[in-house]
């Protein structure tokens, strides 16, 4: 088996720093040793390196920290990033329901899915929760191309039967072609299945049972979808569900609120919603980027924080501007402080990180820089830009990631690595080193 050291400076986040103190691990003189595509040791480099004499080692210049998570991003809307002029529901009408009609096409799908990859790792996000379309030949792409890569992915196919035309599929198609992806990609190497409603509005109370079925009878997969994002669409499940308590009751009478259902974005939720998320232990990825771009409103992280739900951390392109989770780490701060709450540097990487993993039940693989662990990490260049430089200049641990997350997006990436293996570097041609 081949064993190889990386030294630099290392960060990572032990726990939830909101929940205990002392999450913070950093070595500013690191050694991270990886053997097989997991992490053997990691520690001080002058107490790890006696431990594995003749170890070939690698100097790593810049912040090595873990592989970012994305707890929430639509693929297929790649295209469709920027589209300018209205809020959910009519945004949706408008340009996302057209871009996603096309991925009927295989070859189409195919494209945008090696894109999409592509991007993602520019921006240091190594694993990700991802939504397909409607159509088998989206989740299919996803896969084969999440697989040639190595990467640890999880992706669904969405249910909506009462999609518009082109985008719609029946209950039974939904169960038989679930099923089948479902047997076919579930747990194949590093890749997971999500059971995909895309939200409240757009399935038949029997495919929402449906869904609730298949959570039931399939243990390992997670439940995907929206809640809570915007407030039309908020007033609309509201007449549509009437005996419903609030929009999460709308999904708990479908079973559909256990400790492995993630709900994107939860901007306007009562108390009682709260309440009954940490009760199950189901939990929300936060998208600041795409609540900013909406309009749809600002996250409350002291209310999350209250009743103890678990939470990660989202770009949602197409509706999010920056696949960057640093970027987006910095845009919490900004959303968090709009409602007096102060989301500290270290725990915007926890949530980017470990939180987004634990979140997505694959926090023994990925996450942190720890025994054991797979060896998906990223180099981060606090000196990107020439601001950047002059911010980071002298400054503390914490200032250096601060201005990171708020200065920074995909220009501060400077290496990515999946199993220990670079696929991306700054400045090559396709970003494979």
């Keep these: 088996m081949s064993i190889k050291g990386f030294r630099g400076e290392l960060l990572s986040l032990s726990h939830d720093p909101a929940e205990a103190p002392d999450a913070v691990q950093h070595e500013a003189d690191g050694l991270l040793v990886v053997e097989a595509g997991r992490v053997v040791a990691r520690g001080a480099f002058d107490a790890v390196s006696p431990r594995f004499p003749g170890l070939e080692v690698e100097q790593l210049e810049g912040l090595i920290v873990p592989g970012m998570i994305d707890a929430h991003v639509h693929y297929p809307q790649l295209g469709r990033i920027a589209s300018h002029g209205a809020q959910l529901l009519d945004w949706l009408e408008r340009h996302i329901f057209p871009a996603e009609k096309a991925f009927a096409d295989p070859a189409h799908a195919a494209g945008m899915a090696e894109a999409f990859l592509d991007e993602l790792l520019r921006h240091g996000t190594t694993s990700a929760l991802v939504f397909g379309t409607v159509h088998v030949a989206s989740v299919e792409a996803f896969f084969a191309a999440a697989e040639a890569r190595g990467l640890r992915m999880i992706c669904g196919k969405v249910l909506m039967d009462l999609g518009p035309e082109g985008l719609r599929d029946s209950v039974e198609e939904a169960r038989t072609e679930s099923e ?136 949602d392109i197409g509706a999010g501007t920056s696949l960057s989770l640093l970027h987006n780490g910095g845009l919490a701060y900004q959303a968090g402080l709009l409602g007096g709450y102060v989301l500290d540097p270290f725990r915007a990487l926890w949530l980017a990180t470990g939180g987004s993993a634990r979140l997505l039940h694959i926090d023994h693989e990925v996450g942190r820089l720890a025994e054991g662990q797979e060896a998906d990490f990223v180099v981060l260049d606090d000196a990107a830009t020439p601001l950047m430089a002059r911010r980071t200049a002298e400054a503390s641990l914490a200032e250096r990631l601060f201005a990171m997350q708020v200065l920074g997006d995909d220009r501060a990436i400077r290496r990515t690595y999946v199993l220990g293996r670079c696929v991306w570097e700054k400045g090559t041609a396709h970003g494979n080193a």
């Excluded at 409240?200 to 994002?229: I, K, N, Y």
């Excluded at 407030?231 to 549509?240: D, G, H, K, N, T």
Aim: with cysteine; hydrophobic share 45%; aromatic share 8%.
């Design 180 to 315: 089948a992806l479902i047997a076919k990609w579930h747990g194949r190497g590093r890749l997971g299945y999500a059971v995909t409603p895309r939200y409240a509005l757009t399935s038949s109370d029997a495919q929402l049972a449906l869904a609730g079925e298949l959570l039931s009878v399939h243990p390992g997969v997670l439940l995907h979808t929206h809640l809570a994002e915007n407030a039309r669409e908020i007033a609309e499940v509201a007449v549509r569900f009437p005996e419903a308590e609030d929009y999460l009751d709308a999904y708990d009478r479908f079973a559909l609120v256990t400790d492995r259902c993630v709900f994107a974005h939860g901007v306007h939720l009562p108390d009682r919603s709260c309440a009954r998320l940490a009760e199950t232990g189901a939990g929300i990825a936060v998208c600041p980027s795409s609540n900013f771009f909406l309009g749809s409103g600002m996250f409350d992280f002291a209310q999350a924080e209250r009743h103890g739900v678990r939470l990660g951390l989202g770009s």
